[in-house]
Each structure stands twice: as structure tokens, then as C-alpha cells.
């Protein structure tokens, strides 16, 4: 039995609070404690337990993203996902009709759009948050049809990334999130139309390239690979296993020259 839970994460790249309420209750139903540690502080750590995407909970070997803390504990006593399968049915592809540059000021109507239940609070805490990490205050592009959040892209400097990409260079920048909110009702998938439009204002803002790790068959963490592969993202390194409810999802390093 595990003797602690470790809520391992990367700051505020994550507004929410999901996971990290799950871990509390979690780790008191194996009446353990929980260890909150922020990835940015502790870089060994996130080399140590492995850790590629904005959060996780560690029960000693088992690393969980995903479900209810009664799930968690299930997942943690199998050392395995849950009975059932992992469905993610690609979109069809749709053009964002205007893009916004994404920064501190902007991003609550951004993240909003992932996170519904998102509170002025978490919002709030977010922008600071941007406000220390992005890169002369670009931190992405926000894409929108008529009033319409359609989909984000959130990019930060490879230097300030906590997870072990190998070598971290300023003139990279790092793909931390990308997101279209098609789990919410969307009928089309934006993401490579805002990739599209974001290569150029990268290289406006400087990055000679960018970085992003993919999930190879679904978007944990962003992804699915053909998203990036399409746009002339090569595999660098692979970065090993996300335990998803329904399967293990295998992810990688992926990068490309602007």
C-alpha cells in the first residue's frame, strides 16, 4: 500500500482544481498523506517521477492523470487502467476565422473554454502565473469563430519547462498546451489552423523552433501525434507512458524548425 500520494505539477499551467481535489480525497481513503509539490521548484522531481504534462499523482510507482479519487485508487491497486476503452474520434478539421494573441490579460476566456467551472479566483491566479512565464507577454494564440472561443494554444519558453526534455534552448519555444474544446460540443477541430497561424508569430516573438510532447493515438497530453506530424513535427525522444482510465497512452517529444 502506498505509504504517500505525491500531487506533482507544473505551477499554474492548469488552472483547474479537479485533480488536485482528487488526490485529497484520494489519499484519504488509503489514509495516507499528500505531498502538493510544484514542478517548477523541484525540476529533479519532475526528472525523477517522469513527469511530461501539467499534473499528476503519484502513488509510488503508478502516475494518474485522469478520473474520480475512487478511480485513482482502483487504477493504483490494478497498476493498470480500468476495464473498459479509451474512445477519442477524431473531428473534421475547420479554419479559425481570427486569432488573438494569448497573454495574462486574455486567458481566462481561453482556459474558460477547458474549463467551465473555472473560478475568478483560479483565474486570477493563472494570469499571474503567465505574467512570470511568457515570453515578453506572448504566451500562445487564442482562435475564435465570431464570438466564439474555438480552440487556444499555449506556448512558453523552452528554458522554463521543469519536465526532462534533454537540451533546453531559449530560441525554442515549448507547446504546453493546445487545445479545441470538442468534448464540449464542437462539430470541427481547430487545432491545426491555430497551429498554422502560430508558426508565424513565433517567429515574430523570436523562437527558431518548437517543442511539444504528443500523445501517439489521443490528445493526453495534446496530441494525437498526426496533428503534429502533419505540420512537419519530427519524433525526438519518447517520453514514456500516460496511464489514461481506459489504457496506457504512450507519448513523445516532438519538435520542429521555424
Not at 84 to 93: M, N, R
Not at 122 to 151: D, H, P, Y
Request: hydrophobic share 40%.
Amino acid at each position: 500500500m502506498a505509504k504517500e500520494l505525491i500531487y506533482l505539477h507544473f505551477g499554474r499551467q492548469c488552472p483547474g482544481s479537479f485533480l488536485a481535489e482528487q488526490a485529497k480525497r484520494a489519499a484519504n481513503m488509503l489514509q495516507v498523506p499528500l505531498r502538493d509539490i510544484d514542478a517548477s521548484e523541484r525540476p529533479d522531481l519532475a526528472e525523477h517521477y517522469n513527469l511530461f504534462y501539467p499534473g499528476a499523482v503519484f502513488m509510488e510507482d503508478v502516475p494518474l492523470v485522469y478520473g474520480s479519487a475512487a478511480q485513482m485508487v482502483e487504477s493504483y491497486l490494478r497498476r493498470g487502467p480500468l476495464p473498459g476503452v479509451q474512445h477519442y474520434e477524431a473531428k473534421p478539421l475547420g479554419q479559425v476565422e481570427r486569432v488573438e494573441i494569448l497573454h495574462a490579460g486574455n486567458c481566462g476566456c481561453a482556459f474558460g473554454s477547458c474549463l467551465p467551472s473555472l473560478s475568478d479566483s483560479q483565474s486570477r491566479q493563472k494570469a499571474e502565473w503567465l505574467r512570470t512565464m511568457a515570453n515578453s507577454g506572448f504566451a500562445g494564440l487564442i482562435g475564435w469563430q465570431g464570438e466564439q472561443v474555438v480552440g487556444f494554444v499555449e506556448v512558453l519558453p523552452e528554458t522554463a519547462i521543469p519536465y526532462s526534455l534533454g537540451v533546453k534552448r531559449p530560441e525554442y519555444g515549448f507547446i504546453t498546451c493546445l487545445y479545441s474544446p470538442i468534448e464540449w460540443g464542437l462539430d470541427k477541430d481547430y487545432r491545426v489552423s491555430l497551429l498554422e497561424h502560430l508558426f508565424s508569430h513565433a517567429m515574430q516573438q523570436g523562437y527558431h523552433g518548437l517543442s511539444v510532447v504528443s500523445g501517439v493515438e489521443t490528445p493526453y497530453p495534446n496530441g494525437p501525434m498526426a496533428v503534429f506530424e502533419h505540420l512537419g513535427f519530427d519524433r525526438v525522444k519518447q517520453m514514456g507512458r500516460v496511464l489514461l482510465k481506459h489504457k496506457w497512452e504512450e507519448a513523445w517529444l516532438m519538435q520542429k524548425q521555424l
